[in-house]
């Protein structure tokens, strides 16, 4: 009988040379993706974790039973109920953007299964997708306890079904990156970009930080993703290297066209959360992290590959300050528009902030002062809430699909570029390449503006939270605190 | 018809989109504006509003002034001016 490493190779390589279709007619370019080389330059692809199909059965199967038994041990109602409710809310933010994106990584992989050009690379794309499927159905299935207790959980099964601000823009994300990608794309922009770069903010920045909020369920349930991720990420190594090798030009366009896409989704997605929803708990800053994982050790692999930073890294570095202090402090006055609740940082969270981000805060921290005014002004309570909303339509950027919070208080970065007749916004100069280099992949895009315009969507702000977005209020996010802050009674001026 | 805008106060943390009215003033498009975005901006500055690197008349109609549709439009703290009222 053959040991391991001799049989691993025998099941993996299982290409033959076809002769009665042509190679192109198998892996079409335009779903196999771009360079187009024939598989003789393929042949020898690999990647470090070479498992078989029943070591890989055997592995998932323990690490669900760990799942289920932290789940049995802490992962109950009552444990979430104990939590800080801000936390909680981040939670929800977590569990909505990250169940059903997994599944369109599952439909992307399956390209990979298909369309990866040596059989090795299919093989370990097949293992991939049933990762995703994993980890669709672990935040489904953990969440759906907690529906009963509070309706907002239900959107970790809904958010991608509505119109949602949200939503438009994080579809407009994974449509782009997982379910309309050719293969090389894909395993580039995915397991590159996406799983060696920033889902490390998620879940190894973000569990350490439920770990500090006591939230050992979502601590255990990111950590037991992560392993499957560091496992099918390889998969995008040997591609970028062969791409490399034959167009370094569009390698280094596939990094940074998708670490700016990235860079805009995680900021609101994780920079919120830590920064603002984690609590007292925090060990770091979103920039800290971001310098750890993204700034020091993706980059560090980059280099090894012999790619260069992106063109716009002092752009980055920024919005690295102050983008996601931006969208914070805007979507707090439109929070009926999602379906968690925020709060107003503390005197004692703002100075947190004013210390960890220094070059812009002052700036940031007016607007804070402004908010929190108007509480003392219009007096605090659920039924004040509205008293300190925005109701003007929000501007989106017709890339990201996010508000228009570039740049900085003082000077927002936003620009219009005219396209056939049409109008398009964006809120950074990235944003702007990004559509300038493929208009046609984009031009069609109707953001939500556009769509209120064009009568597509309600003008009505009401309407448009309720008809559209597919709140109600019992969901639509409110003030954790309803405004009611005992340092906000005591500070000068208060009602 | 209505004119869509883009509108960005300083200040402020994002854009927002406000309709302009053909024979409105500029002065009462600042003040719309500046409306829009109260809950996060300190209204206690004098603001001029700039299209296309252009300080506006304040008297001027918005259908004098030539503003198109989806175009951005700042109103820009005017620094040397002591806090008090902003324009009109």
């Given at each position: 009988?053959l040991n391991?490493?001799d049989w691993?190779?025998?099941?993996?390589?299982?290409?033959?040379?076809?002769s009665?279709?042509?190679?192109?007619?198998?892996?079409?370019e335009?779903?196999s993706?771009?360079?187009?080389l024939p598989?003789?330059?393929?042949k020898?692809?690999?990647?470090?974790f070479?498992t078989s199909?029943?070591e890989?059965?055997?592995?998932?199967?323990e690490?669900?039973?760990?799942?289920?038994?932290?789940?049995d041990a802490?992962?109950?109602?009552?444990?979430v109920?104990?939590?800080?409710?801000p936390?909680?809310?981040?939670?929800?933010?977590?569990?909505?953007?990250?169940?059903?994106a997994?599944?369109?990584a599952a439909?992307g992989?399956?390209r990979g299964?298909?369309f990866?050009?040596?059989?090795a690379?299919?093989?370990m794309?097949?293992?991939?997708?049933?990762d995703?499927?994993?980890h669709?159905q672990i935040?489904?299935?953990?969440m759906?306890?907690?529906?009963r207790?509070?309706?907002q959980?239900?959107?970790?099964?809904?958010?991608?079904?509505t119109?949602?601000w949200?939503?438009?823009?994080?579809?407009?994300?994974?449509?782009?990156?997982?379910?309309?990608?050719?293969?090389?794309?894909f395993q580039?922009?995915?397991?590159?970009v996406?799983?060696?770069g920033?889902?490390n903010?998620?879940?190894?920045g973000?569990?350490?930080?439920?770990?500090?909020a006591?939230d050992?369920?979502?601590?255990?349930?990111v950590?037991?993703?992560q392993t499957?991720e560091?496992?099918h990420?390889?998969?995008?190594?040997?591609?970028?290297a062969l791409?490399?090798?034959?167009?370094?030009?569009?390698a280094q366009?596939?990094i940074d066209k998708?670490?700016w896409?990235?860079?805009?989704?995680f900021s609101?997605?994780?920079?919120?959360?830590?920064?603002y929803?984690a609590?007292e708990q925090r060990?770091?800053?979103?920039k800290e992290?971001?310098?750890?994982w993204?700034?020091?050790?993706?980059f560090?692999?980059?280099?090894?590959?012999?790619?260069?930073?992106?063109?716009?890294?002092?752009?980055?570095?920024?919005?690295l300050?102050?983008y996601h202090h931006?969208?914070?402090?805007?979507?707090?006055?439109y929070?009926?528009?999602?379906?968690?609740?925020?709060?107003?940082?503390?005197?004692?969270?703002r100075?947190?902030?004013r210390?960890k981000?220094?070059k812009?805060?002052?700036?940031?921290?007016a607007v804070?002062?402004?908010?929190?005014?108007?509480?003392?002004r219009?007096?605090?309570?659920?039924e004040?809430?509205?008293?300190?909303?925005?109701?003007?339509l929000?501007?989106?950027c017709?890339?990201?699909q996010?508000p228009?919070?570039?740049?900085?208080?003082?000077?927002?970065?936003a620009?219009?570029?005219e396209?056939?007749g049409?109008?398009?916004i964006?809120?950074?100069?990235?944003c702007?390449?990004?559509?300038q280099?493929e208009p046609?992949?984009?031009?069609?895009?109707k953001?939500?503006?556009k769509?209120?315009?064009?009568g597509?969507a309600?003008?009505?702000?009401?309407a448009?939270r309720t008809?559209?977005?597919?709140?109600?209020p019992?969901t639509?996010?409110k003030?954790?605190?309803?405004g009611?802050?005992e340092w906000?009674s005591k500070?000068p001026g208060?009602? | 018809?209505?004119?869509p805008?883009?509108?960005f106060v300083?200040?402020?943390t994002?854009?927002?989109l406000?309709?302009?009215?053909?024979?409105?003033?500029?002065?009462s498009?600042t003040?719309k504006?500046?409306?829009a975005v109260?809950?996060?901006?300190d209204?206690n500055?004098?603001y001029e509003?700039?299209?296309?690197?252009?300080?506006?008349d304040?008297d001027?109609t918005v259908l004098?002034t030539n503003l198109?549709?989806?175009?951005?439009?700042?109103?820009?703290?005017?620094?040397d001016?002591?806090e008090?009222?902003y324009?009109?």
């Open positions: 009988m391991r490493e691993l190779p025998l099941a993996r390589k299982l290409d033959w040379e076809f009665y279709v042509e190679e192109r007619e198998v892996f079409p335009i779903i993706g771009h360079p187009w598989h003789n330059a393929w020898d692809w690999e990647e470090s070479k199909y029943r890989y059965v055997e592995n998932q199967h690490k669900d039973m760990a799942v289920y038994a932290v789940r802490v992962g109950r109602l009552e444990n109920q104990r939590l800080a409710t936390w909680i809310n981040g939670l929800k933010v977590h569990a909505a953007a990250l169940a059903l997994e599944f369109t439909i992989n399956l299964t298909r990866g050009r040596d059989s690379w299919r093989a794309a097949s293992f991939g997708a049933l995703e499927i994993r669709t935040p489904l299935l953990l759906h306890e907690l529906v207790w509070d309706s959980f239900d959107w970790t099964h809904k958010f991608y079904h119109n949602n949200l939503a438009i823009a994080a579809r407009h994300f994974f449509d782009e990156l997982t379910l309309g990608q050719n293969a090389i794309e580039i922009a995915t397991n590159i996406l799983e060696t920033f889902t903010l998620q879940f190894v973000l569990a350490s930080l439920a770990h500090g006591g050992y369920m979502f601590e255990k349930m950590t037991s993703i499957d560091a496992r990420a390889q998969i995008g190594h040997p591609v970028l791409v490399l090798r034959h167009d370094p030009e569009y366009y596939l998708w670490f896409r990235n860079w805009h989704l609101f997605l994780t920079g919120v959360t830590m920064d929803l609590g060990s770091a800053s979103f992290f971001m310098e750890e993204i700034v020091d050790q993706f560090r692999t980059l280099d090894e590959f012999g790619l260069k930073r992106p063109w716009y890294w002092d752009i980055f570095q920024d919005e300050e102050i931006m969208m914070y402090a805007s979507a707090y006055t929070r009926s528009t999602f379906w968690f609740d925020v709060v107003v940082p503390s005197p004692d969270d100075r947190w902030l210390d981000y220094p812009h805060w002052n700036e940031i921290d804070w002062e402004c908010i929190a005014n108007h509480w003392k219009s007096g605090v309570g659920a004040k809430e509205m008293s300190v909303h925005s109701s003007a929000p501007a989106f017709d890339m990201c996010f228009l919070c570039g740049g900085t208080p003082r000077k927002n970065t620009s219009v570029f396209l056939n049409a109008n398009y964006f809120c950074s100069e990235p702007r390449w990004i559509f280099r046609e992949r984009y031009a069609a895009h953001d939500l503006v769509r209120i315009l064009a597509e309600p003008a009505d702000f009401t448009l008809e559209y977005f597919r709140l109600t019992d639509w996010g003030d954790v605190y309803g009611e802050y906000l500070e208060s009602s | 018809m209505p004119i805008i883009y509108g300083e200040g402020d994002m854009g927002v406000i309709l302009a009215e053909e024979g409105e003033t500029i002065c498009l003040c504006l500046l409306d109260r809950l996060r901006v209204a500055y004098q509003a700039v299209y296309q690197g252009d300080v506006l304040p001027a004098q198109k549709p989806l175009q951005r439009l700042d109103l820009k703290r005017q620094h001016v002591p008090g009222s324009n009109g």
